[in-house]
Nanobody, 125 residues
Framework: QMQLAESGGGLVQAGGSLTLSCAAS????????MGWFRQAPGSAREFVAA???????YYADFVEGRFTVSRDKSENTVNLLMDSLKPADTATYYC???????????????????WGQGTQVTVSV
């Protein structure tokens, strides 16, 4: 079992920055992929970014170089640095873990085994 807990959400003005963190506990050993997804009110949950066991990163097209995903192994934490935020980035952000050993990154929600509760990001104009 793995538990995931997001933090770092909040209210920020357009153009500002936020760093989201996802702390993993429980089963954290082994090569696995961490993903970030988001869901805006009335919209489906969508892929944002992924970080594989060997450090490869993948981003949704809408990120356009504004977000950076990274891992702090000593803290069992994955961070999502978000710069140049836009009102369209307003959503609840979720982290997720795909525990398939040493797998490739995936954008499919169904491939992720564990999910956090989400953290709200609101970007004002």
């Amino acid at each position: 079992q793995m538990q995931l807990a997001e933090s770092g959400g909040g209210l920020v003005q357009a153009g500002g920055s936020l760093t989201l963190s996802c702390a993993a506990s429980g089963r954290t050993s082994g090569g696995y992929t961490m993903g970030w997804f988001r869901q805006a009110p009335g919209s489906a949950r969508e892929f944002v970014a992924a970080l594989t066991w060997n450090g490869a990163t993948y981003y949704a097209d809408f990120v356009e170089g504004r977000f950076t995903v990274s891992r702090d192994k000593s803290e069992n934490t994955v961070n999502l640095l978000m710069d140049s935020l836009k009102p369209a980035d307003t959503a609840t952000y979720y982290c997720a873990a795909d525990i398939s050993p040493y797998g490739d990154a995936t954008i499919r929600m169904s491939d992720y085994n564990y999910w956090g509760q989400g953290t709200q990001v609101t970007v004002s104009v």
